[in-house]
């Protein structure tokens, strides 16, 4: 390797390594947060934080997009030295950065003489469950011993593949299975995959024109699997990936997004034909297509 | 009927994703601080238009984070002082 090719690897290796996929967590985390303590506040004058954490948003959405300017910045001057073509981009795993919940992004465990908190909104996360799904609760005798232990990439992982089979039984059971805060962090978790789901089926990025196709290559499965969710919260997800104006409506129930989004996942793997492991991960990079017809 | 305990789980969940959120910008930042060095040692003796704009770009994006982190940090203030008044 010359001087100029090792150069061209360090530059590439650091412009690769940006933590665009990390700011992209927490900013999706924190419109989780806001959506839901959006929904908390409603009419109280009390902000809550609310604007604190639209300002926080802000500055995460500057702070990606300098990341990429920064990589184009590198991009240019490896054109310069001529390595430009020498080796494409590395597979874009930023949209599954969510997914893996890293140790660094978990608050500390419990010690493990201490039960668990009993969890307060359980019941309120279940009927919400319940509406959406048309799925009763189990009864306490069938709550798996595991309820509430998997993380929120696991419950997209499960949810996906509820859909896949076309089992809105074993839908609502997953769903009721998940503690509160796992349920709602899937609105933290789904907005990058959406994103990317929706390019790899329509052969390029999502843009305000592909509404209506995303829409009908969607929504009769999401309204089949989900009877009770409002049309506009579909409408407001699809809009959101496809980089449209949508109005905001902070009477929308916080579960609505969240458990919508995580269905449209899984409607948009099994319209892509792909398994719902292919969003772990480690899962290898699934071939991209381009111009493809939805 | 909703109780103080739920709006109270409630606003802790959101507070939950807060705090995983702060917890990525750091992380974030460590990796743009390395990155910073990286660069600075790869690009040593560049004055190419490219190069300044490149370090610009990552000194702004930390100084977004930056501000990102505060600003939640006021949120998180107002949000746990309001529960305490439930």
Redesign the interface.
């Known amino acids: 390797m010359s001087l100029l090719q090792e150069?061209g690897a360090?530059?590439r290796?650091?412009s690769d390594?940006?933590?665009t996929g990390?700011?992209t967590?927490?900013?999706e985390?924190?419109r989780?947060?806001?959506e839901?303590?959006n929904?908390?506040r409603q009419t109280s004058v009390?902000?809550?934080?609310?604007p604190?954490?639209g300002?926080?948003?802000e500055?995460?959405e500057?702070?990606?997009a300098?990341?990429r300017?920064?990589q184009d910045?590198?991009a240019?001057?490896l054109g310069?030295l001529g390595l430009a073509a020498d080796a494409g981009g590395p597979p874009d795993r930023d949209w599954k950065a969510g997914l893996g919940e890293?140790e660094?992004?978990?608050?500390p465990p419990e010690p493990p003489d201490r039960p668990p908190p009993p969890?307060?909104?359980g019941p309120?996360w279940q009927n919400r469950v319940s509406e959406l799904t048309g799925e009763a609760p189990p009864r306490p005798e069938e709550v798996p011993a595991e309820r509430g232990r998997v993380d929120t990439g696991e419950l997209l992982r499960r949810v996906a593949a509820g859909v896949r089979s076309g089992d809105r039984a074993r839908l609502g059971r997953d769903l009721h299975a998940a503690h509160?805060?796992t349920g709602?962090?899937l609105s933290?978790v789904t907005p990058p995959v959406l994103h990317r789901l929706a390019g790899d089926l329509l052969g390029h990025e999502p843009r305000p024109e592909d509404v209506p196709r995303l829409r009908s290559a969607a929504a009769g499965r999401v309204r089949s699997l989900l009877p009770g969710t409002p049309p506009a919260v579909l409408d407001a997800l699809i809009a959101r990936i496809c980089r449209a104006p949508a109005g905001a409506d902070t009477r929308t129930h916080p579960a609505d997004s969240a458990v919508t989004s995580s269905v449209l996942t899984g409607v948009l793997l099994a319209r892509l034909g792909r398994d719902a492991t292919t969003l772990d991960p480690a899962a290898p990079e699934p071939l991209r297509r381009r111009d493809a017809d939805a | 009927m909703a109780s103080v305990a739920e709006v109270r789980a409630a606003v802790d969940a959101a507070l939950q994703q807060v705090t995983e959120g702060q917890a990525a910008i750091q992380a974030a930042r460590e990796k743009l601080g390395e990155a910073q060095q990286s660069l600075a040692a790869a690009l040593d003796g560049s004055a190419h238009d490219a190069v300044g704009a490149a370090h610009a770009s990552l000194s702004q994006a930390d100084q977004q984070l930056e501000e990102c982190l505060g600003a939640t940090l006021h949120a998180v203030e107002q949000a746990q002082t309001y529960t305490a008044t439930l």
């Open positions: 150069l360090q530059l290796a650091t390594e940006l933590p990390l700011v967590v927490a900013m985390r924190l989780s947060a806001t839901l303590l929904w908390v009390d902000t809550i934080g609310v604190h954490l300002n926080a948003t500055h995460a500057h702070a990606v300098a990341l300017t920064a910045a590198i240019a001057y310069v890293p660094r992004v978990q608050p969890e307060q909104l309120w509160a805060s709602l962090a933290a």
